[in-house]
């Protein structure tokens, strides 16, 4: 299960610093490519707006 990101991202760029592998794309709101996410939650910890979680 990969880390999603929802739409109370504020594009601020913090998740996509934190991502080890990369998996984070920018955009009006961040996306995360399920196949690259090793699931490692860097990016959920990160986040100022906690919006994002596991794709349940």
Known sequence: MAYKISDKCAACGTCMDQ??????????????????CIECGACASACPCEAIALDE
Do not use: L, Q, T, W
């Open 19 to 36: 991502c080890p592998v990369g998996a984070i794309s920018e955009g009006d709101i961040y996306k995360i490519n399920p196949d690259e």
